[in-house]
């Protein structure tokens, strides 16, 4: 047992991953001699050579192309898109055909494919490089989309990503990279994708989060407990999709109140789904409406104005006071 930061769990997961399965590789921007842009493949150049971590150009349709089709003739890319806002010149790529092969070829191709990305604001960055764009490809059929908050999740997730036989959106906080530390396995383990992680158990509200905001989240309930002497249980989705509705139902059912929280703007945003599902299948047991503490419907301001854009433990502690006092 390690105390690792998340990007230290990542790279420890890519070096294992790659030493088990000679199919593995990765791709990218700046990954090889470079180590990343965040230092997530750090290492992994000098050990493995240039044949599996492999620079590319600046040419993000080219990087997941390439990808999709190493990965459709049975290699497992692990390609790396440098910051979340580069997504978008690889969209046609991602949601047109890695998304659509196994539906496309009734199930004789496979995208076997990780798409690793730096994910969602805090670190003071440029325009396109603080985006939470992870609607887009939950609403999209055939991708699974993960999102960490922890070391320990990070390794054991991205492991069982690069194992799944269908193409993983990995988004990773770049805030929390190197924000904390915690006990990770040095061993080989996976977090099935899939399933939510109770981190604290409540009785007053539910609250709902994933990525950087569970942080944050577990922040504001500390405050509900301490100053108001509110009992707060908190889900980390970790997998957006497919989503552990299970997991949320059980916890609002028994709670009767709900908070949703997420840095990604409100509109058609993934709280948005959550809450219909929560309509759906618990609405006789809710006490009050569930409540929405995410970014606002503008692009992410530059780092004079990204504090007042993203939600902080006070706002959600205002949103669980709204709910509770409902």
Not at 3 to 17: F, G, P, R, S, V
Not at 92 to 98: I, N
Not at 290 to 304: H, N, S
Request: with cysteine; hydrophobic share 40%; proline share 6%.
């Amino acid at each position: 047992m390690a105390h690792k930061t998340l990007i230290q769990a990542i790279n420890e997961a890519l070096h294992l991953e790659m030493k088990r399965d000679e199919r593995v590789m990765i791709m990218g921007e700046d990954v090889g001699a470079n180590g990343g842009v965040f230092r997530a493949t750090e290492g992994i150049y000098n050990e493995f050579g240039a044949d599996r971590a492999v620079d590319t150009p600046l040419a993000e349709a080219g990087i997941i192309g390439s990808a999709i089709g190493m990965a459709a003739y049975g290699l497992r890319p692990v390609p790396e898109i440098q910051f979340d806002g580069f997504m978008l010149p690889a969209f046609d790529q991602l949601v047109s055909h890695a998304a659509r092969l196994r539906w496309r070829t009734r199930g004789r191709f496979t995208c076997p494919m990780t798409v690793r990305v730096p994910y969602g604001g805090g670190i003071r960055a440029l325009e396109h490089h603080s985006e939470a764009p992870e609607t887009y490809y939950a609403h999209t059929p055939g991708f699974k989309v993960v999102l960490p908050s922890n070391p320990y999740d990070a390794k054991g997730l991205l492991l069982a990503s690069i194992r799944d036989p269908d193409p993983v959106i990995y988004f990773e906080p770049k805030r929390l990279y190197r924000a904390f530390r915690q006990d990770v396995p040095e061993e080989d383990y996976e977090v099935p994708i899939g399933k939510a992680a109770v981190v604290k158990e409540g009785t007053d509200v539910t609250v709902i989060s994933w990525g950087t905001m569970v942080r944050v989240s577990e922040e504001a309930a500390e405050k509900a407990q301490e100053e108001k002497g509110i009992s707060v249980e908190l889900i980390d989705l970790r997998t957006l999709w497919p989503l552990d509705i299970d997991t949320v139902i059980a916890s609002v059912q028994k709670t009767g109140r709900c908070v949703v929280v997420h840095e990604a703007p409100r509109t058609v945003g993934l709280g948005a789904e959550i809450i219909s599902l929560i309509n759906e299948k618990a609405l006789l047991h809710l006490e009050a409406p569930v409540v929405r503490v995410t970014g606002y419907d503008v692009a992410m301001p530059l780092f004079r104005m990204e504090n007042y854009y993203m939600p902080n433990a006070n706002r959600v502690l205002q949103g669980i006071l709204k709910t509770v006092q409902f």
